[in-house]
């Protein structure tokens, strides 16, 4: 036979086609994530499949091979391969009883036990036939494995028409076992257009073994990594407060760099929301518009809606814009939509957007901030300043030797809404203006390998502008405003230096080598009193005292408070690392020594007299590889308390098993308890639970118990949960199900975030 004899081009065009269409099959356009097959059987399952074929290598290089037991050939015009026949071109192998070929009209035909192979694909079929020139083939009672991924199905009947175009009937597909097939997507018939990458099918199912959960007239999908417009997988949910809770998004392919989904939801206890999400992405810039809106929420009486903007752009190598743009309707939405304790506990709601530059040696920002008040239980009043414009700058540059200059700057304008006054009543509305702060400072950081010392001097002035207004409500004649301004100044010098020494050597514990340090660390600050009292507080709130507090110039947010200090810093860490650098202790232990009196506080809060701050300690101990301890303690020697104290511990157990035990103490503000677990029965069942209790006020905050089933191809997961839903304490029921199909996607109410974020180190 002459080398450039047929290589069956039309059968591997047919696989492809096949293939791509029915592993990325469905009536829905989402990309599956990756799936975990490990409970499966190896992936190349048919009979007929042959190992050590290449795997790498050009094969449009190569020439075919052929073998059988017996040739004819009459003449050039047709070969004839019979028994055993065997074509192989690289990788590609097609086999069968009997091969025809005829070279003047490039006709093929195959008979008896057809089987294809390369090396992604398995292939059977009773009989083959086709032509060459053009690419074109017919396959009956086709059969199919995936080996690069998981997959496999049927077809009565497949058709290449040419190149870009095939038809299928009767087809089926799944990612289960083929001796096991738990669930499969059936269709009548599919065409197969990969000059769009479309696929189009009739009458589709989705079994859950021979029962089937969705229909489909007619479907449309994507058969490459095209993008296609489509349905994507429902979200199903039901909660005690809102009801059963269907989302069915649609996704909306606009261009390669842009694209939409929608959103609609019905909850049945409130009525039908629309929602809708844009994402954009240029060469320079990228991000998502998204929003919600029920029209008319029968439970509470209005409309409810919220959006979000989120924006990344690069204007040129030292500039950047950023900005975070959120509202709701109303302060309640968060408890009646949210679906989680952190989202119900929001209080505050941020919006951001600033220009943003950066250098070798400088930083610069120029924008503002908003907040938006998502807690029914906060009066107006607390809504914090809106912080627009704000800019800010800072800049570190060398300057001799080892010396080092630098300044912290920023500029901020204040403003905040008068609340409205009833007639004749007599309010003050909040203190509104500009602040000017800066800091210049001189620096000296001096360290080896074995020590550091970093002297650090500094003037810090701040300056405003303030005005204030005091109003009488209208009682039928206009309203009566006197205004208050005033320029308050602060300056002050700012001093401080911090040494340490680190010390190691070499132990042994438990039979195991380790490497200890010892790093003792002094932090001396200096700063005069000031009286501020006459500055009004528009971004300053007292920081909570913690490890890294030890070593800062001011315990406020903000630089409407400046505290006054003459103290030392004394602490001590120490760590215990393995030969691999790995650390497998590390415990802190430190206290402030105050020389003065702490005089600067907020308005309501007596100076103290107080010689020592509190003693905070830190530990972390990672006692194996299954066994992990941390321990934070505040313990004040003033009044002889604890004000502050968590303790964790975790245990890993039976691969993916886990449970966590906590405890968290603040005086006066919470006491709670949690423990989360995910336990595996076997390798295919696992229970989830959780439990966080406030001990302050002797009621649950979040209860979950659930169950999990993961099978070869598919997974399943049921979730039972209560939890405080209100500002006020009230709980809500919600029932969680989520059905997954391996390599095509999830039906029911994504949990696996949720799960995530409630359960340390679920997985």
């Not at 096949?18 to 990309?31: E, K, P, W």
Request: aromatic share 12%.
């Amino acid at each position: 036979m002459p080398r450039n004899a047929p290589r069956f081009p039309a059968v591997r065009l047919l696989a492809l086609a096949t293939i791509a269409s029915l592993h990325g099959t469905g009536a829905f356009a989402a990309t599956p994530k990756a799936d975990d097959f490990r409970l499966c059987k190896p992936n190349a399952l048919l009979s007929f499949y042959t190992p050590g074929l290449p795997t790498t290598g050009d094969r449009n290089a190569e020439a075919a091979d052929f073998t059988a037991d017996r040739f004819q050939s009459k003449d050039t015009s047709k070969y004839v391969l019979e028994g055993k026949a065997r074509i192989q071109r690289l990788d590609q192998l097609l086999q069968a009883e009997r091969l025809t070929y005829w070279t003047e009209t490039t006709a093929w035909l195959a008979e008896g036990d057809v089987r294809y192979q390369d090396r992604g694909l398995l292939l059977s079929a009773t009989r083959g036939e086709g032509t060459t020139t053009p690419s074109t083939a017919t396959l009956d009672n086709v059969r199919f494995q995936l080996l690069g991924s998981r997959g496999n199905g049927s077809a009565a009947q497949a058709k290449l028409i040419d190149a870009d175009h095939a038809s299928m009937t009767q087809v089926g597909f799944t990612t289960c076992d083929p001796e096991a097939t738990q669930w499969e997507i059936r269709a009548d018939d599919l065409s197969l257009d990969q000059a769009e990458g479309v696929g189009r099918g009739h009458n589709a199912t989705l079994r859950l073994g021979d029962v089937p959960i969705l229909w489909l007239p007619y479907v449309r999908f994507p058969i490459d990594e095209r993008r296609q417009s489509g349905f994507l997988y429902p979200r199903v949910g039901f909660n005690g407060n809102s009801g059963f809770d269907y989302t069915q998004p649609y996704y909306i392919n606009i261009a390669p760099n842009y694209d939409a989904t929608l959103y609609p939801r019905i909850v049945t206890q409130r009525g039908l929301m629309l929602g809708g999400e844009f994402r954009y992405l240029t060469d320079n810039h990228r991000g998502q518009i998204d929003g919600s809106w029920m029209p008319d929420d029968r439970k509470a009486d209005r409309d409810r809606g919220d959006f979000h903007i989120e924006h990344h752009g690069v204007l040129s190598p030292h500039w950047n814009i950023a900005a975070n743009i959120n509202h709701v309707s109303d302060d309640r939405y968060f408890e009646d939509f949210g679906d989680s304790l952190s989202t119900v506990s929001t209080s505050l709601l941020p919006s951001s957007a600033y220009l943003l530059g950066h250098g070798a040696h400088w930083t610069a920002s120029f924008g503002g901030d908003r907040y938006q008040i998502t807690d029914p239980t906060l009066n107006d009043i607390f809504e914090p300043y809106r912080r627009l414009p704000r800019a800010t700058f800072e800049a570190d540059v060398g300057l001799v030797g080892s010396l080092r200059g630098g300044v912290k700057s920023e500029f901020v304008s204040f403003s905040k809404e008068c609340q409205k006054f009833a007639p004749g009543e007599t309010g003050v509305c909040p203190a509104t203006g500009e602040r000017l702060d800066l800091y210049p400072y001189l620096s000296l950081p001096l360290e080896g390998a074995s020590w550091f010392l970093r002297p650090e001097v500094g003037v810090r002035h701040t300056r405003y502008e303030v005005e204030q207004d005091s109003r009488v409500g209208p009682s039928g004649g206009p309203v009566v405003a006197y205004e208050h301004q005033w320029s308050p100044r602060r300056t002050l010098p700012i001093s401080s230096v911090d040494a340490g020494l680190f010390f190691e050597r070499e132990t042994q514990l438990w039979g195991t080598q380790y490497t200890q340090t010892l790093e003792p660390r002094l932090y001396y600050l200096n700063v005069p009193y000031r009286d501020q009292s006459d500055i009004p507080l528009f971004d300053t709130q007292p920081v909570s005292f913690d490890y890294p507090q030890l070593f800062t110039t001011n315990r406020f947010t903000g630089a409407d408070r400046q505290m006054d200090a003459k103290n030392l810093t004394v602490a001590l860490t120490t760590r215990l690392l393995e030969s691999n650098g790995a650390e497998r202790l590390s415990a802190s232990f430190g206290q402030i020594r105050y020389f003065d009196d702490q005089r600067v506080q907020l308005p309501g809060v007596n100076a103290t007299d107080f010689s020592s701050s509190a003693y905070v300690g830190e530990l972390d101990l990672r006692i194996s590889d299954r066994w992990r301890l941390k321990l934070a303690d505040h313990w004040d020697p003033n009044k002889d308390r604890t004000d502050l104290s968590a303790v964790s511990v975790q245990h890993r157990f039976l691969g993916d098993g886990v449970v966590n035990l906590s405890y968290r103490y603040r005086r006066d503000f919470l006491e709670q308890t949690d423990l989360s677990a995910l336990v595996p029965i076997n390798e295919v069942w696992r229970l989830i639970g959780r439990w966080n209790y406030s001990l302050r006020d002797e009621k649950t905050l979040e209860g979950l118990f659930g169950i999990e089933h993961d099978s070869c191809c598919v997974a399943w997961r049921l979730l039972a949960r209560r939890y405080v839903r209100t500002a006020e304490g009230k709980a809500n029921n919600a029932l969680y199900f989520e059905l997954e199909f391996k390599g095509i996607g999830a039906i029911g109410q994504k949990t696996e975030d949720f799960l995530r974020r409630g359960i340390l180190g679920y997985q």
